[in-house]
């Protein structure tokens, strides 16, 4: 009886685990919208972390779901669908359209969704910019692709930021880079090239006061919020996306004299009498001589530059379940750059996003991530030691290598070639392997948050968050390179420069919350906000000179230590804020906003700061008379006033500062700078007022801002006595007020919208309305150069003597004098305002085009912009006279000969005035960049199952292959040469000038995505 029990009891389980399987299945089904297959819509199965995602065609595969289990479809935009099993294996549903705006928006310490978003907030998506990834600084990405954005490449070296201005010009001296915000973190504008672009969710570019006065003394240039990406419910999903690819220079739009035509114009100069070149080769060579060196011809581009190698891996595992998420990354990037003989730039990053939901009360998350970047840069100076100069100075019949009287080339005692010294006495390609300078870069980002749900009605998040970012560089010159002619010591063989930085940011974030509506209609939310911020910064440096071996580069073993020095500064920001929200029935929005910052960078008694901003919206398809309107999806109006500050000035400027140097070789004491107590914050106000709408279920959706701003008690250098000991003769003072307008318009349209095809258009436009400084110290004019600030005239308008052509009767160079009157004499005197012209567009964006059919899908994303002007210092060195010992474009060729020449060059004759900076070499800098275009498929899923993978992209992306322009060079310019003239630096006017500096660069890259 007891063995029958026993075997009865064995049936039992056997059979209960056989229904329990049977009851298990496999769904499968399709998801649709309204306009067919919706691809990347969420499958899950309700209460756990079994979940999919539906592919191109909408399809979908789920196993392991019971009969009563209950299936969640959602996609942002569309209503979410829940769909009980029951006896079912396929599930085919349709999405509708969720038209209740519900689309979540960042607006500084939190989110809210757009209905109830009363600011100007662009936002730019991952996918986005998922294209320009081969971008090693992902910055650059965000060229065209939000109105009232300018983004420039400040040039075209790997790991480069770009220069981003937002609305304009919003102060003088100050920086005008927007504040970047990294989850929550602030972090520097120069450590975006460390952030890996593929982790990246969204960006929420703030732009008006509704937003931007909530970070008070910070965000008077706007704020730039990353949000990077957080697993999701669901099954782990796994996705590696790899790319490879080169980059090459833009071509010139101009071409270089080849050795037969450099020699020519040689001989022709020298025939007509200009000095300078009656003693080179094309006038001093016999015919025999001048054949041998005609066979030397030498493209000093193919000899300096080469196709660089581009290199990107990523491969990310996210998911989770009802209580955790997580999101994992690792990332190498590898971009060589186009100039020979170095390595360029290569990254590495991690990042680990995870969010637990500890108590109903209470969710942790913790956002980390390692970046580590290393490059070895050129130098950007205008000089013999940059290789760009090079590239056009090296005459072509100077070879990369010396030659013996037969021709051979020349070799050292260890048998290598030796380099041509060329006519500059600096070969540069030696001097890239014997003068190397290495950059590296440790990242950490880091941030530990708490958001706690008291009640139903109040809740307080709490975060802290840290930057590091510790900085190397070495800088070397190797015994025997080419420097160690010029500043070494024979006795004292090789030197080297170490210098370390610690550059150490935190900040402590506190925002207690009250949310509730009454009766039912009146929906109020109120945020009280406590922020500290500090930044450490700690430097050294150290050289010493006299190394046994360039095969050891460590101070350790140097002979003599030189000099030596390290500093440490620090500042701080505390802050409390009060934001306020408050709308009735989801129709009318205010918004109101207080906050006050003190700042140890200005003196006690001018440390605190007051921002406010009051905006409004009215969601116009929320009303009863427009609720069966089948044509317009979205109407809202939105008006916004309030004020930031900027403080992104120097510390202890308010303060006298002393030196220490020596005297008669005793400590000395010498004055450094005269400090200014008075001095403030710089104030900003602005106005928008913006219409968003959205017709025909959203197909075709759009956005137009008015804005103006005003820069008031702008940071500015009062000039002092030479008497008065500054070492820069100026004292930073509160003065002068600017003023920007602009209007801001973005369009979109799916123009085909179906089962089998997509094709969507769009873009924005910014239109320059005004720029103009409004005033300034005593109404004095402040030069700067070649541009100038004048009260009622746009901001950095050209000042430049006039040209007015060549004299066709003598050959002579024509300027325009103080009374317009034309002569033949050249003054500096001359410098005239060129009403309308200056560096800033009039008129910038970008737009798009995107088809999509059966997996193929084209994609192309163009930036233009124009009405600003460039001073084209590589032409006006391209052409002049007093340049003939290098080489010079073919242009110069064509220079008055004979009386009656007209659109012609200067005489040779005429070199001390033809030379001249003028307006002569003043060019509009319109163009229109074809950014990105890129071919992918994504293989159906039927193939993708039996490869064991959810998905398979397959795409090529080509990067700058197209530019329309009429400027005499690459038209993209951000800093003329770095070490010329660079962001920070004291009169510094992005745009206004092009200077050899690392060019702009064409790439393409082929690659592949798989999700698992």
Not at 151 to 179: C, E, M, Y
Not at 780 to 801: H, M, Q, S, V
Not at 872 to 889: E, H
């Amino acid at each position: 009886m007891k063995k029958k029990l026993t075997l009865l009891s064995i049936l039992l389980l056997v059979l209960t685990v056989q229904i329990s399987h049977a009851q298990e299945k496999t769904i499968s089904g399709t998801v649709f919208e309204s306009e067919g297959p919706l691809p990347g819509a969420n499958i899950l199965v309700k209460g756990t972390s079994n979940g999919t995602q539906t592919d191109f065609d909408g399809k979908f595969t789920l196993p392991d779901v019971n009969s009563s289990d209950i299936i969640v479809i959602s996609y942002v935009g569309y209503k979410t669908l829940e769909i009980p099993v029951g006896t079912q294996t396929t599930i085919t549903a349709t999405l509708e359209a969720d038209n209740t705006l519900d689309e979540i928006v960042i607006v500084g310490f939190g989110s809210r969704t757009k209905e109830l978003s009363t600011s100007a907030v662009s936002t730019v998506t991952g996918k986005d910019i998922e294209n320009l990834v081969p971008s090693t600084s992902l910055d650059n990405a965000l060229q065209g692709k939000a109105a009232g954005v300018q983004v420039v490449g400040a040039n075209g070296r790997p790991g480069q930021t770009a220069f981003v201005q937002i609305r304009g010009i919003g102060s003088l001296s100050a920086s005008t880079t927007p504040l970047y915000v990294v989850d929550g973190v602030p972090i520097d504008a120069n450590d975006v090239n460390n952030i890996n672009p593929n982790d990246i969710e969204n960006f929420s570019i703030l732009k008006d006061a509704a937003t931007v006065s909530l970070y008070g003394s910070r965000g008077a240039n706007g704020v730039v919020l990353i949000t990077t990406k957080k697993g999701k419910s669901g099954e782990a999903k796994i996705s590696f996306n790899s790319s490879i690819g080169y980059s090459q220079r833009i071509p010139d739009p101009f071409d270089l004299f080849d050795a037969a035509g450099k020699l020519e114009i040689e001989r022709q100069f020298a025939e007509l009498g200009v000095t300078a070149a009656q003693s080179l080769p094309g006038a001093t060579s016999s015919p025999e001589e001048l054949a041998e060196l005609i066979a030397l011809d030498t493209d000093w581009e193919q000899e300096l530059l080469r196709q660089g190698f581009i290199q990107n891996n990523s491969l990310s595992i996210s998911g989770g379940d009802d209580k955790l998420n997580y999101f994992l990354s690792l990332a190498y990037s590898k971009n060589t750059g186009v100039i020979d003989r170095i390595d360029g730039f290569e990254r590495t990053s991690l990042r680990l996003n995870t969010s637990y939901q500890a108590k109903k009360w209470l969710k942790v998350n913790t956002n980390i991530s390692l970046s580590r970047n290393t490059s070895d840069l050129p130098r950007d100076r205008n000089n013999v030691q940059n290789p760009f100069r090079a590239l056009y100075d090296y005459n072509p019949y100077e070879p990369l290598f010396l030659r013996d009287a037969d021709g051979n080339i020349e070799v050292d005692e260890n048998g290598d070639n030796v380099f041509n010294p060329t006519s500059t006495g600096f070969p540069i390609a030696r001097a890239l392997q014997t003068e190397p300078e290495d950059n590296r870069n440790f990242l950490i980002i880091g941030s530990l948050g708490a958001d706690i749900k008291l009640s139903d009605n109040f809740s307080n998040n709490f975060l802290v968050g840290a930057t590091s970012n510790r900085f190397n560089r070495t800088n070397r010159s190797l015994a025997g390179g080419v420097l160690q002619g010029f500043v070494g010591d024979a006795n004292f063989p090789g030197t080297q420069t170490d210098n370390a930085s610690v550059d150490l940011r935190y900040n402590v974030t506190n925002t207690f919350s009250y949310k509730d509506t009454y009766n039912g209609v009146h929906n109020l939310q109120a945020d009280f906000l406590l922020e500290y911020i500090e930044r450490i910064f700690t430097s050294q440096f150290s050289t010493s000179r006299g190394f046994p071996s360039p095969d050891i580069p460590f101070q350790d073993v140097a002979t003599e230590a030189q000099t030596a020095g390290s500093n440490e500064a620090r500042n701080r920001l505390f802050s409390q804020g009060l934001f306020l929200t408050y709308d009735y029935d989801r129709k009318y929005v205010v918004s109101g906003s207080i906050r006050r910052d003190t700042s140890t960078r200005f003196s006690p008694n001018n440390q605190e700061g007051y921002f406010w901003s009051g905006s409004a919206a009215w969601n116009i398809s929320n009303e009863d008379f427009l609720a069966d309107n089948s044509t317009i999806s979205n109407l809202r109006l939105r008006a916004s006033l309030g004020t930031a500050g900027n403080q992104a000035i120097g510390d202890f400027q308010f303060l006298d500062l002393a030196g220490f140097s020596t005297f008669n070789g005793n400590p000395a004491l010498i004055p450094f700078g005269l400090g200014n107590p008075n001095i403030q914050w710089e104030a900003q106000r602005t106005l928008d007022i913006g219409v968003e709408w959205g017709l025909f279920n959203n197909r075709l959706n759009g956005v137009v801002d008015f804005f103006q701003r005003n820069s008031d008690e702008l940071l500015l250098p009062r000039p002092l006595s030479l008497t008065q000991g500054d070492q820069n003769n100026s004292i930073t003072t509160n003065v002068g007020e600017i003023e920007n307008q602009g209007l801001e318009v973005s369009l979109n349209y799916d123009i085909i919208r179906n089962s089998a095809i997509k094709f969507s258009v769009g873009g924005n436009i910014s239109f320059q309305l005004n720029n103009e400084v409004v005033s300034l110290l005593d109404g004095a004019d402040i030069i700067n150069g070649n541009t100038i600030l004048r009260e009622g005239e746009e901001l950095n308008t050209f000042f430049l003597p006039r040209y007015a052509g060549v004299n066709p009767a003598n050959g002579a160079p024509l300027y325009l004098d103080q009374n317009d009157a034309i002569t033949d004499n050249f003054s500096a005197d001359f410098q005239t305002l060129l009403d309308g012209k200056s560096p800033a567009p009039d008129i910038q964006g970008g737009f798009y085009t995107d088809f999509s059919w059966k997996g193929f899908s084209v994609r192309s994303d163009w930036a233009f912009q124009s009405g600003n002007y460039i001073l084209n210092f590589q032409r006006q060195q391209g052409v002049a006279i007093g340049n003939i010992d290098s080489n010079l474009r073919t242009e110069a060729l064509n220079f008055w000969r004979q009386p009656g020449d007209t659109n012609v060059l200067p005489s040779p004759l005429f070199q001390a005035t033809a030379d001249q900076t003028s307006t002569r070499f003043l060019e509009k800098g319109d163009f229109l960049r074809l950014r990105s275009l890129t071919l992918a498929y994504s293989l159906p899923s039927s193939f993708t199952e039996n490869l064991f993978i959810s998905s398979l992209r397959i795409y090529g992306t080509g990067q700058n292959i197209l530019t329309v322009s009429g400027f005499e060079g690459d038209p993209e310019v951000g800093i003329g040469s770095a070490e010329t003239s660079a962001p920070g630096a004291a009169g510094f006017v992005a745009g206004a000038f092009n200077l050899f500096s690392y060019p702009q660069t064409r790439s393409y890259t082929f690659g592949v995505e798989v999700g698992f």
